[in-house]
């Protein structure tokens, strides 16, 4: 593990850098960059999209606190659009952070030494866009971060740094997304200057223990009943913030947010048993007793709450 640790009050003297980010995961990369006083001159993330029930444009997280920084922002449809201006800048690094986009080579060729990615990650397991839903999902007993240099090809450039962090069994998405974030930034922190100054030399990844996560889809959050209610529930803690997990009970469309898988099994699949005020549903093997939901269009409720209100409407 590398020691080289930086002051917040230092002032770097190493090129400029661009950050490349889009999600509230990036944020917190940059947020620790500039409050460090690293050279953060202009910030490339994707254009405003429609947000909510009103599709009301919204800008990325990055996007509003970069503009109330003085730092300047870019939105290209296509990186290309952006290349003359960062051709402008002196030989700037990149950092990047879940931005969303391929990055072309004749774009990584504008950097130097390149693109610093953060990736949520012990690479080469889990390249892609949603590593740590799919750690939660394979049932892993640790993830980490890695802060790899980028490549054309997929997540799949040599690595500077990682870290192992240990995975409980009952641990969220939106959980690990926190504690990866503020973990990945202070590697980055302390890794970055190493990197600028060419003391710091990657290693290749084993291309050969390479795997994948994919691109999330609105439909994985289908919940199948005929599963077992192992994986239900560990779909439901990788899915709580998108796709979130749908399901029906009796005539209510609801989002689980919170469950937990028992032995006990009462029925068929989909089965629902009230017991006082424990709502239990039967899955293909075993079942399980939800926690926390939400009928579409109402709060999150406990589940006391929701049988209080909704009891007649499931059938049972």
């Known amino acids: ?15 400029n850098i661009v950050f490349f980010g889009t999600e509230d ?29 009103g599709h009301v444009m919204t800008p990325p997280a990055v996007k509003s606190f970069a503009l109330e920084h ?5 939105q290209p449809q296509k990186l290309s659009d952006i290349n003359e201006e960062i051709a402008k800048l002196n030989k700037p690094i990149g950092v990047l952070v879940s931005y969303g986009k391929i990055i072309p080579q004749t774009t ?28 939660i999902l394979m049932g892993e007993e640790k993830t980490g971060i890695s802060i790899m240099q980028l490549t054309a090809e997929m997540d799949a450039g040599p690595i500077f740094q990682q870290i192992e962090i240990p995975m409980s069994g009952n641990v969220t998405a939106e959980q ?30 084993n291309d050969s223990l390479a795997t994948y996560s994919k691109i999330l889809k609105k439909s994985d959050g289908n919940i199948d009943w005929n599963e077992e209610a192992e994986i239900i529930e560990a779909r439901i803690r990788a899915y709580i913030s998108w796709p979130q997990s749908h399901t029906k009970l009796g005539n209510i469309e609801v989002i689980i947010a919170k469950a937990q898988a028992i032995d006990a099994n009462y029925g068929n699949p989909g089965n629902i048993t009230v017991n006082n005020n424990e709502l239990i549903i039967d899955a293909g093997l075993g079942a399980l007793r939800i926690l926390e939901l939400k009928p579409l269009g109402k709060k999150e409720m406990p589940i006391s709450a929701f049988l209080s209100g909704y009891r007649t409407q499931l059938g049972v």
Do not use: C
């Not at 593990?1 to 090129?15: D, G, K």
């Not at 995961?25 to 909510?52: M, Q, R």
């Not at 003085?70 to 870019?74: C, E, P, R």
């Open 70 to 74: 003085g730092i300047t922002v870019w």
């Open 1 to 15: 593990m590398i020691t080289h640790l930086v002051s917040p009050e230092a002032t770097y003297s190493m090129n």
């Open 176 to 205: 690990l997304y926190d504690s990866l974030g503020k973990k990945g930034s202070d590697l980055l922190l302390q890794v970055l200057p190493s990197i600028a100054d060419g003391s710091l030399v990657p290693e290749s990844q």
């Open 25 to 53: 995961f990036s944020l917190i990369s940059l947020k620790a960059l500039v409050d460090a006083n690293f050279p953060i001159v202009a910030v490339v993330t994707k254009p405003d999209s429609p947000k909510g029930r």
């Open 108 to 135: 990584l060729d504008l950097f130097v030494p390149g693109i610093i990615n953060l990736h949520p990650s012990l690479l080469p397991k889990y390249r892609g866009p949603s590593p740590i839903e799919t750690a």
